[in-house]
């Protein structure tokens, strides 16, 4: 397969953002994308929308072609799709797109992810948001994607000794990392004791521990490298896109405290891009809650298995420690419009790999990683980005 | 790209499958084309869903991950994922899947439609349906997908004379093909009279011109030619898969009566195929209504515009005919469970080039092509088979 680049991103302000629909926000990333790029809305072959549940959200199915029509793509006759993997439907989408350009298929494709979550009652979204696990034998019975990261950080807290105060950490770090972005659902910092005293969602678990409810959308522009070298503008290389799955219920796992998907994508991904973990500079990973992170940094392989709330703690994953993770503020802090954020964590990559990420910027960035999971577990990808 | 063969299909009986999930469905059409190719669950690297709205439907999305799990491939850590494109979602992740094996990604993938659709009341699916149309300007008003058809048929009756008695006679064709099919929906003749006194859906659509409400799965394995080759069952060429879209709505088409999507997805699928229309031994089109079928023999180019209605009046389209179209019984007699009825018009061509379609065999059948359209035709593919 050939080499594929991201030549341009957009991206809106995460949110409550009761003013736009979900087709305003695609049409507002995407139209900012191919800007981004260079190019115009004719260099593009297809559209790729990851989106999660729309039809229940906005009662709207077709997202794909919904975009294209109103981005002024439809006279064109391009194909368009929508891809869906639970929380994890941006990163699916952007694989498939990369799919679609690496097999030479397409020459130019946008991707983007969008959600508008914030038309409903908040009940309404966590039911939608707990669709993503088993419905026969986890949510049916009042299982919430919350409760059972809930009772995952529980086990953690039990096997590892893990501290309330070390899952705090992570939302202090990741809030103090949306202070220092734009384009963050929340730009200021907390302390400790906030979220050690926010009201309780699912025992250990608080409201500052879990991410948001939000609106918004990202899109970026893939794109042959051959081609991509002819373009002005500026690219990173796509060096791994790797998927990998795990069972749906938690009750059927190995483990539950550790994500066997987020550890075999890992594992194909660093074969494909022939690096190891020690060469990543920076990732963005999936922390829908607190313990997610501590998850990922784990189940990544970034330190031993026990060790993910240390981490946060020691300031290991800090905007200036060894491995900085989440640098845009992470699903926490950024927000987490369900089918945007996989889009969302490769533009913080395409940011810092181009020298764009302003106050946040870790020197030298060269090697990051995205790290998006859908529901609790069940899909995990993980994509490896190169400066070019 | 390299040549990818279907080696194995499964499907599900069609109806209002009462006793069983949509898990049920997924697993024993799935695992029903695997034991169908010859081959075991470890031989397969990814599975591919085409599921429209089962987040509405049965409030469960991750379809792909839950098929996986049940089905015994979880434990694995294959890819799944879900792909959606309104009543094309099947043909959708079949076009993915395709590509996945095409570039070398994958070796052996399943991919499956499915779709649970009578655990709620008609209306509820009548309005989820509709939400493959644009929301805020369509289906908010009260269009539906089957009102949006009706005043595409009496604009076709104007511009071309087209007949009640023309459209009528699809539904007598296709139930008369149906009789065939151990596995569609409807297995009994109708009569004309039926047809035109049924009571009324949209006028002129009555209610055997439209598509039923249904449960069911159908799933094939695809394979890389090479390895396919070494096996020992039948197989199949995948000669095109092409796509094409349009405006979701249908006031901002070029036409009423002709869906530009299924006119460009089928000049790509000739010109990738390199076949003419002369060479197509049969066809499964998307007659969701009657009037569906008419505008997809016309837009695929098999007779003029206009001449839809004749086609079907004329006996063109029948089983003995010059062109057999829905030999299946198509979406109106075998059924239409959304996600599922791309990859049961795949399983038809499957059956009809191996060989094996029994009662409704085509004589001599070497290629088919199948036609699936998303909602009022913002979506289309094309798929040519070819007996290998």
Redesign the interface.
């Known amino acids: 397969?050939r080499e594929v680049m991201v030549i341009g991103a957009g991206i809106t302000p995460f949110g409550e953002l009761w003013e736009s629909?979900l087709?305003d926000l695609g049409i507002q990333a995407g139209l900012e994308a191919i800007r981004d790029a260079g190019i115009t809305s004719s260099d593009i072959d297809a559209l790729f929308v990851g989106n999660?549940?729309a039809?229940?959200l906005?009662?709207?199915?077709?997202i794909?072609?919904?975009i294209?029509?109103f981005a002024g793509l439809?006279?064109r006759?391009?194909?368009?799709?929508?891809?869906?993997?639970?929380d994890a439907s941006g990163a699916?989408a952007f694989?498939?797109a990369y799919?679609?350009v690496?097999?030479?298929?397409h020459e130019c494709v946008v991707v983007g992810g969008a959600e508008k979550m914030t038309d409903l009652p908040d009940a309404d979204v966590t039911?939608?948001m707990s669709?993503?696990?088993?419905?026969?034998w986890e949510?049916f019975f009042g299982a919430t994607l919350f409760s059972m990261y809930a009772m995952i950080a529980r086990r953690h807290m039990h096997e590892f000794g893990t501290t309330r105060e070390q899952l705090a950490q992570v939302a202090v770090k990741n809030h103090a990392h949306g202070a220092l972005n734009p384009q963050a659902q929340f730009r200021r910092p907390i302390k400790l004791e906030s979220v050690l005293g926010a009201p309780r969602v699912a025992d250990p678990l608080g409201m500052l521990d879990c991410a948001p409810i939000s609106d918004g959308a990202a899109a970026v522009v893939l794109c042959s490298a051959d081609r991509a070298r002819k373009l002005p503008g500026q690219r990173v290389r796509i060096a791994a896109s790797a998927?990998?799955?795990?069972?749906?219920?938690l009750g059927?796992r190995r483990s539950l405290t550790a994500f066997?998907?987020s550890r075999?994508a890992m594992e194909k991904a660093l074969r494909l891009a022939g690096r190891s973990r020690k060469e990543i500079d920076l990732a963005e990973v999936h922390d829908v809650t607190t313990i997610s992170e501590i998850l990922a940094v784990e189940d990544l392989g970034f330190v031993k298995k026990g060790e993910g709330g240390r981490a946060a703690e020691s300031g290991m994953t800090s905007l200036s420690g060894q491995l900085p993770v989440n640098t845009s503020g992470g699903l926490k802090a950024r927000g987490h419009p369900l089918g945007a954020t996989g889009i969302a964590q490769i533009i913080e990559l395409w940011a810092q790999l181009t020298g764009k990420a302003g106050r946040r910027q870790v020197n030298d960035a060269r090697v990051g990683l995205a790290h998006n999971v859908?529901?609790a577990g069940?899909?995990a990808f993980v994509h490896i980005l190169e400066a070019a």
Chains 1, 2 share one sequence.
């Open positions: 397969m629909s087709r999660m549940a039809g229940r906005i009662e709207q199915t077709h794909g072609a919904l294209a029509d439809a006279g006759n391009l194909p368009t799709v929508t891809i869906e993997g639970a699916a694989h498939h799919l679609s690496a097999s030479g298929l039911e939608i669709t993503a696990l088993d419905q026969q949510s998927q990998a799955g795990d069972t749906l219920s059927r066997d998907a075999v859908g529901g069940a899909t």
